[in-house]
């Protein structure tokens, strides 16, 4: 292998000529090449090692280092008479040395059974994995070591330390400088002078990775030897056939490379070892499918990066992001990736072929050019509809790969003129195009437009399949992000609608809210919260949490929020409701699970009766003197278990205590005690805010900004405000007709008292269709009145008697079935629900603004 130096320099003289050694030309010294996994298997075996060694290929590839060279015993084996060997390979490959290391070993010859010494470099090949995942391993043939030192002390002006080459002097090394640059255009002249020197110090090539930049290791894949060597062949063969040699089939000659300046080979480096004697040696029709091997393999080997690389998410824009990037600088030198509108927006499957009305949004552009060159003229974001006669339209129309080579000028104008107010012409002209289609299900999703500058390779048949394959493997990485996004879009919107639209001020108490979705995949959870108006200002507050993530859980949630509504209008009490739910939970399947918590809070009485199903406990809030306290309540079994009876606590609150409810992806972090996510609970709930929106805020941030949360967070706060005896009033009528006209007279008196004039005569006529109702239906107990100054007029009638009242369809001659449809008529709502002791009918009537203002003043009223 030549450290810097060509052909040409050779025959200048310019650079001294190492004697010529086994199987070499003169000046040359040929190196075996053997890449070596991490299991200690040959997985590359080169035509130098074949020589070196006396193993061909097919016997190498497969087999253990140990048992094919001398460095073996470095390896693991011990069957080799060594010497001074180095630090040992093994070393290297389990991570332990992560540099190159060296050394130098004897084998016996098998063809005159002397001894010959082996030096040898191996250099870790680091991989996307934490440590070295290949051994790349030289080796060289030392006996022409010993006359290069000869010829050293000879004044040739190169010295040769015993295991390696040291260059001391060397002519061509600020020639190779600077070239340096133009095979890494982002290095300085000051970096590509201080990387040779330290190649020329040291002996053995210097391998950086820079994060920062993008460096085109094997664009070209190798492959102009190969058709070089073809043309050859060809050539070779009409000749012969001129000649009359019909039985020359091949032709040799010395193996020269010639491509593009500036651009390495991968498979330039692997097979250097081989140019050394290539000029010397007759041409070997092995050796050619060494090269047309080598190109094949180069190809897999990207995709399967490429695949690795691009199916590491399923979110649609870092996939697609992942899949433009990939193909520069190593097979393009511009990339950019179209997709329809509806993949884009998560809106299932695009119906039908695409046409020239179909919108396609231009999503990542990559390039190698200096940055910002192309924002103007192919802007990421912009929806375009291509025109019919472009390469473009015919690629998406067909689905299939549309191959340019070469886009002179007069194409290239043709191309551009067909876009309007857009100059594609300095982009496309004097390029080689290929446009590949990202197809799923034979539907074409999108496309990718690939470009090579003037002075690459054109782009060639091999590489249409190379490009249709990185495609047809983005299409499905592609195809997989958008039914994750449109079944998450789905799931989102089942969820969305599925929770309250709470209403922030209730009787007695203002409520606020905030849901976080999870943060993992399939981040729908089954997280609910919902405030549930009562009858007597009661007011329902209800948290709960279904095991699981997806669309099952919304749809779990979904049922078990409807049953808690319905059973909470039947003004159920909370232990009973939760062994309802349980009930019904279990009718319902046996993977439903969930907990919940259910409280009643009475701004009359000032108390909250609550009850658990297996779910965290409440924080309460004092307004006397902020303390916080975690509510001590029986923990029941969660819904769906079945088997377990529920208990209900009595919780006297005074008014301004807040109550602050949750699920358990709030407090609890995986690897963590929950019991410090209840205390952090705790804190920040007692922490003063302004609203109540600041401090559902303040708890989300010093609780969400811990590390680890992955659940879906419900959380609900309630201001318990209470109502001040001022503004209830409430009166018993006796089961008589007359006590009508006495309930209206009472109401008259209470609304003028308040200040309500206006109200009186909408308020006489609904109380008095209301009473009697009540009245006529009740039993043996009288009936209560009860009239409850909120934002509103609340009143509430109740008796003995357990049927509710319902809507009639009233003839025009029938006396009754009319009053309920005047209060449905006149009041802002109505309702009824049963009770222990018989039913309750209740409406509400909205007040004046000025009677609003007053009510809202705590107190306020006679």
């Given at each position: ?317 870092r996939t697609i992001r992942e899949v433009t990037s990939a193909a520069v600088p190593r097979f393009a030198d511009f990339a950019g990736t179209h997709l329809r509108a509806q993949v884009l927006a998560g809106e299932g499957f695009p119906d039908g072929p695409p046409d020239v009305t179909t919108i396609w949004h231009r999503v990542w552009v990559e390039h190698n050019d200096e940055p910002g060159r192309w924002d103007d003229t192919v802007p990421v974001g912009e929806a375009i509809a291509f025109p019919e006669h472009t390469p473009f339209f015919q690629c998406m129309v067909t689905g299939e790969p549309v191959l340019i080579p070469y886009i002179d000028d007069a194409l290239g104008d043709r191309i551009s003129g067909e876009f309007e107010k857009r100059d594609l012409r300095p982009l496309i002209n004097g390029r080689s195009l290929l446009i590949v289609p990202l197809k799923a299900r034979d539907v074409v ?418």
């Amino acid at each position: 292998m030549d450290h810097g130096t060509s052909r040409g320099d050779d025959e200048a003289g310019g650079v001294p000529r190492v004697p010529e050694q086994r199987g070499g030309g003169p000046g040359r010294m040929p190196l075996a090449v053997v890449v070596i996994d991490v299991d200690g298997l040959v997985t590359h075996w080169s035509s130098g090692a074949r020589r070196l060694f006396g193993r061909s290929r097919e016997e190498a590839v497969g087999c253990r280092a140990v048992d094919l060279m001398p460095v073996s015993g470095a390896l693991g084996g011990a069957d080799w008479e060594g010497g001074e060997r180095g630090p040992d390979l093994d070393a290297s490959l389990g991570g332990a040395a992560p540099y190159p290391t060296a050394g130098r070993a004897r084998m016996a010859d098998g063809r005159d059974d002397e001894p010959v010494e082996v030096l040898w470099w191996a250099y870790p090949l680091v991989g996307p994995g934490p440590g070295p995942e290949r051994l790349l391993v030289l080796a060289a043939d030392a006996s022409g070591l010993a006359e290069a030192e000869r010829a050293a002390v000879d004044g040739e002006g190169e010295r040769f330390a015993p295991g390696f080459a040291r260059h001391t002097a060397f002519p061509g090394a600020d020639r190779l400088a600077g070239r340096l640059p133009d095979i890494l255009p982002n290095m300085g002249p000051a970096r590509a002078g201080r990387i040779v020197a330290q190649i020329l110090e040291l002996g053995y090539p210097v391998l950086e990775i820079s994060r920062h930049e993008r460096v085109p290791v094997t664009p070209d894949w190798g492959m102009p030897r190969y058709r070089e060597r073809q043309a050859r062949q060809e050539a070779a063969r009409r000749a012969a056939s001129a000649a009359g040699a019909e039985d020359v089939t091949r032709g040799g000659g010395a193996r020269e490379v010639s491509h593009a300046p500036g651009v390495p080979y991968a498979s330039e480096a692997l097979y250097a070892s081989e140019d050394s004697h290539a000029s010397q040696a007759p041409y070997d029709a092995a050796e050619d499918l060494d090269l047309e091997y080598a190109a094949v393999r180069e190809r897999l080997e990207f995709l399967n990066e490429v695949s690795g690389r691009i199916g590491s998410s399923l979110d649609l824009a870092r996939t697609i992001r992942e899949v433009t990037s990939a193909a520069v600088p190593r097979f393009a030198d511009f990339a950019g990736t179209h997709l329809r509108a509806q993949v884009l927006a998560g809106e299932g499957f695009p119906d039908g072929p695409p046409d020239v009305t179909t919108i396609w949004h231009r999503v990542w552009v990559e390039h190698n050019d200096e940055p910002g060159r192309w924002d103007d003229t192919v802007p990421v974001g912009e929806a375009i509809a291509f025109p019919e006669h472009t390469p473009f339209f015919q690629c998406m129309v067909t689905g299939e790969p549309v191959l340019i080579p070469y886009i002179d000028d007069a194409l290239g104008d043709r191309i551009s003129g067909e876009f309007e107010k857009r100059d594609l012409r300095p982009l496309i002209n004097g390029r080689s195009l290929l446009i590949v289609p990202l197809k799923a299900r034979d539907v074409v999703l999108g496309f990718m437009v690939l470009m090579r500058r003037a002075g690459r390779e054109r782009f060639h048949d091999m590489d249409r399949t190379t490009g249709a394959e990185l495609a047809a493997r983005a299409g499905l990485v592609l195809d997989n992000s958008r039914m994750y996004t449109y079944q998450e879009n789905v799931a989102e919107t089942l969820q969305d609608s599925m929770l309250p639209q709470v209403t922030p001020r209730m009787a007695g108490c203002d409520t606020a809210t905030r849901y976080l979705p999870g943060t993992r995949l399939g981040r729908v959870g089954g997280d609910w919260f919902d405030c549930v108006k009562l009858s007597g200002s009661r007011t329902a507050l209800v948290v709960g949490d279904v095991m699981g993530h997806g669309l099952n859980a919304a749809a779990m949630m979904g049922q078990l929020r409807t049953a808690v509504q319905t059973m909470a209008a039947l003004d159920l009490p909370p232990a009973q409701l939760l062994r309802s739910l349980d009930d019904l939970a279990q009718r319902l399947g046996e993977h439903y699970l969930a907990t919940c918590l259910y409280a009643v809070y009475d701004p009359i009485r000032s108390e909250l009766l609550i009850s658990n199903a297996g779910h965290i406990p409440p924080v309460l809030v004092r307004a006397q003197d902020g303390r916080s306290e975690l509510l001590d309540l029986p923990t029941g079994a969660p819904i769906g278990v079945g088997g377990v009876p529920f208990e209900t606590a009595l919780v006297r609150v005074a008014p301004g205590d807040r109550l602050v409810l949750c699920t358990d992806g709030l407090v609890e972090v995986r690897g963590q005690d929950i019991g410090a996510g209840l205390a952090a609970l705790c804190e920040s709930a007692a922490h003063p805010a302004a609203s109540m929106d600041e401090a559902c805020d303040t708890i989300i941030r010093a609780l969400n900004t811990r590390g680890g949360r992955k659940d879906d967070v419900a959380l609900l706060m309630a201001r318990l405000n209470g109502i001040p005896a001022a503004d209830v009033a409430q009166w018993r009528l006796a089961l008589e007709p007359g006590e009508v006209g006495r309930a209206r007279r009472l109401v008259r008196e209470r609304l003028l008292q308040w200040g309500l004039p206006e109200a009186v005569e909408t308020a006489e006529l609904l109380v008095s269709e209301v009473a009697t109702n009540a009245i006529r239906h009740a039993h043996t107990h009288h009936v209560v009145l009860r009239l409850v100054r909120t934002d509103a007029l609340l009143w509430e009638v109740s008796d003995d008697d357990h049927e509710l009242p319902t809507l009639l369809s009233a003839g025009r001659d029938d006396e009754t079935g009319r009053g309920l449809r005047v209060v449905g008529a006149l009041a802002r709502e109505w309702g009824s629900s049963r009770s222990a002791d018989g039913k309750t009918v209740w409406f509400e009537q909205s007040l004046p603004r000025q009677g609003r203002t007053e009510a809202s003043t705590p107190g306020s009223g006679g």
